[in-house]
Structure formats: C-alpha cells, structure tokens
C-alpha cells in the first residue's frame, strides 16, 4: 500500500502551458448555496481566491445556486429540485422532463435513490462537450456523477471528495431502529456506489483532510497515490474576534446545515436539556429548523423557548453570533473537515467540539485549542461544555490560542495554491496534454 501523501508538489513538468500561466478553469458543484454545507462555502471562497490568484473561473451549478465574487461567470443548470425543503421526494410532472439530465434524475429517483448527482453530471457533460476549447481544466466538487467520467474524456479533469458519504449512510442506518426505514436509507444513499467508481477513475482526487484520505481509501477504493491533501481555508479577517460585542451567559452556538445523525445535533440537544436543569442556558443553531428528529426532540425536551435558528444571513452576521455566545459547539459524530470548527475557532470564540473523524486533526489538543470530547456521549458532551461555562479564563486562553491555529494553518489563499498545485500537476499528465493539444488550448 503506498504512503498516504501528506501534502500537493508544484510540478514544471512541460504541458504545453507556461508554468505560471493563467488558467480557465470549469468549475463544477450540483449543489452550491453557501448557507448549505461547507461545499457551498467552499465553492464560494476557493474560486474568489482562484480569481484573485489571476485565473478565471466560470462555476456550472444546480439549485440552490452560489453566491459567487462579481469576478465569476455562474452557468445555472437547474436540477429537477426533487428534494427541496417544502416537497422532499416529490414526482415531477412528464412535462418537466426536457434534457437528458432530467431523465437520468428522473429514472435515479423511481429507483429510490437521490439523483441530483447523477443528473447534474449529464447536464454539465451536454453543457461543455461543446465548450472543449474554452477551458484548461475542469473542477469537480464532489458530484462524481457518471457524467464526469464523460468529461475526463475530452478534457483534464480534477475532483475534490471532501469526505465519504459511506459514512453519512452508516451512520443514518445505525440510528433508524424500524428496518423498512433502513431500507429505504439505502435505497436513497445508493448513489454513493457511483461516486466510489467514479473517483475511483479519477487521476487526481483532492481530499481535506488525512483522515478523509484514510477513509476514502477503505470505504471508496480509491488508490492512495492518486489522493493529495489540500485543507480547506478561511477568511482570518472576517472571522475575526470582536470584542466591542459583549457575550450572552450561557449562550451556546452550533451549525446544523442538515438534521442527519452525523452532525450529532440530537446530542447537543439532549445536553443542553441536561444542563438546564442546572443553569439557565440558551442555543443559537445557525440553519432552518426542518422537519425531523432534532426537530421533534426540540419539543419533546421543552428547548423551544430557549433555542433560536438563523439562517439565510451574511457572513458578517453569523460572526456577530459568535461573539454574542460563550461556547461553540460541533457535536458531530463524523466530519471530513469541519469549516463551522475552524470558522468558529477564527473568532476567537472557545470551541467544544467531538472526536469524530477528522475533528481531532482540525481542533487540536484537548484544553489548548478545543474543549474536546467523545463522539455521541451526552455525558461527555455537557461536562465539556459545563468545563467551559464555568472558567472565563479557560475560555479566553483556548479561544485565542484557537485563532493563532486556525491562522497559522488554514487560509483560502492558501488553499487555492495548494489547488493550483494539484491543477498543473494533473494538466502535465501526458494524457491531458495530447487533450489539451486536440481541444486546441496549446
């Protein structure tokens, strides 16, 4: 088994390209808001610092759409929007059905399976066969739909798989006890054995963090060689500490961008529940309430009084939300990454967050960086944040030395270099410069 790479190499290989010339780069994401999920925030913050590096990017994207720097062409390639948050899992009309795409979603979806990756790979195939000539390198953001295999085809093609939805399967499975219920989860989770052929082909694969390497090749099969680790970024001087904002006593904040077990919401609830027993303690979950068990755990506890979600807001707001509140708090069962940990670190705001998946490697140490405590255990969960409420000046020695960590490590513009790297690299392969030859780029 080959080593696990621990960083990208620049390569000066020949491609026919200046080493140092600009690229036109085709960047891909079937699903992009950035208030939904760290890939949306992730599309919106690399291809602002791609653009400020000098290269030009033009995003192709399904609904919910980014919100992207003025610099960025934004393509919109509508899904079928089966899964939207007022009808989830709804049957469209025959009439809705025009492309291929729609017709890939649409037979995906009969199956029981979520479709909008394999939908949007077909879209974005039609969209750019056309566009051969247009583009050095296509980026894919983890949609890895058969579609993209088409792609790599005619053009030098790239992905980043944050982390494994293998993981997100198995953990919805282990926490639905009704067996038909399961089964269902499967049926709808089957698109993960596209994505594991599809990476799999891949000649690059940019990962985020070592332990999503790890777990990707064990789960996904994909060969260790063909994985680079480039972490994730984030703006130090957005999120920064503002200490003109005074902080709320008890006041908790955590990001659920999806009620799924692997955000381990349900824990944190039960905790808070624990802890109001006790002290007066309150929590601010930046996204929507959605119809689900966290939300029907909310009232079941009697927390509805004392929890309040904000969503749809500016990234100078949510920054305000953390230094209103004393604690963080990622109660995550898995993370590939964590952008609401390092974003949360870079305020300076004390973080509580798990051990699970990648957390550990992104947070630190326990009690110098991060209040830190074992995946899935309510116990351990409110004695961490119990440790943090009751010692101001642990607090503020973990939240500042946080922030020094998350600035010395991680920045957007450090990870578009990174990317960069990865991108001449993968335009060097002798294959991508016969394609780039054809399509007529050098």
């Not at 899904?79 to 649409?106: C, H, M, Q, T």
């Not at 993370?335 to 973080?351: D, K, R, V």
């Amino acid at each position: 088994m080959s080593a696990v790479p621990s960083r990208p190499t620049s390569s000066a290989a020949a491609t026919g390209l200046a080493s140092d010339a600009p690229l036109k780069i085709a960047y891909l994401t079937y699903r992009g808001k950035p208030h939904v999920g760290g890939q949306g925030v992730y599309t919106r913050h690399l291809t602002k610092a791609l653009v400020d590096l000098g290269h030009t990017v033009e995003v192709f994207s399904g609904q919910p759409y980014p919100v992207l720097d003025e610099r960025i062409t934004l393509h919109k390639l509508p899904s079928l929007d089966l899964w939207n948050d007022y009808y989830p899992g709804r049957f469209p009309g025959y009439w809705e059905i025009k492309s291929k795409g729609d017709a890939a979603e649409v037979f995906t979806h009969l199956k029981g399976t979520f479709g909008e990756p394999l939908g949007f790979s077909v879209r974005v195939y039609e969209e750019l066969k056309s566009r051969l000539a247009d583009f050095d390198l296509v980026h894919d953001n983890q949609c890895l739909g058969y579609g993209i295999l088409g792609i790599e085809k005619m053009m030098p093609t790239i992905v980043t798989l944050h982390h494994p939805i293998t993981r997100d399967r198995a953990l919805e499975m282990a926490h639905t006890p009704n067996w038909r219920k399961r089964r269902s989860i499967g049926r709808w989770y089957n698109f993960v054995k596209m994505q594991g052929r599809v990476a799999s082909r891949m000649p690059r694969v940019v990962v985020v963090s070592e332990n999503s390497i790890k777990d990707i090749h064990t789960d996904m099969k994909v060969s260790l060689d063909r994985m680079r680790l480039v972490p994730v970024g984030v703006d130090p001087e957005l999120f920064t500490p503002l200490p003109h904002i005074t902080r709320r006593p008890g006041r908790l904040i955590t990001t659920a961008s999806a009620d799924v077990a692997l955000k381990g919401l349900s824990y944190l609830l039960e905790a808070m529940a624990k802890l109001r027993t006790e002290r007066d303690v309150t929590l601010t979950i930046i996204g929507k309430p959605r119809e689900g068990a966290s939300n029907d755990l909310i009232d079941k506890l009697g927390l509805r009084p004392h929890i309040e979600f904000v969503s749809g807001v500016p990234d100078e707001r949510i920054v305000e939300l953390y230094a209103e509140a004393e604690l963080a708090v990622v109660p995550s069962l898995y993370e590939g990454f964590s952008l609401p940990a390092i974003e949360a670190m870079s305020t300076g705001i004390c973080l509580v967050a798990t051990d699970g998946g990648a957390l550990p490697e992104v947070t630190g140490n326990d009690g110098e960086t991060v209040l830190q405590c074992k995946a899935g255990d309510v116990e351990a969960l409110a004695t961490a944040i119990t440790r943090g409420l009751d010692d101001a000046e642990l607090r503020a020695r973990i939240g500042e030395a946080g922030r020094q960590r998350v600035v010395e490590r991680w920045s957007w513009k450090h990870c578009a270099q990174l990317t960069v790297d990865q991108y001449r690299e993968v335009l060097a392969m002798p294959q991508n410069v016969a394609k780039l030859r054809k399509n007529g780029r050098v």
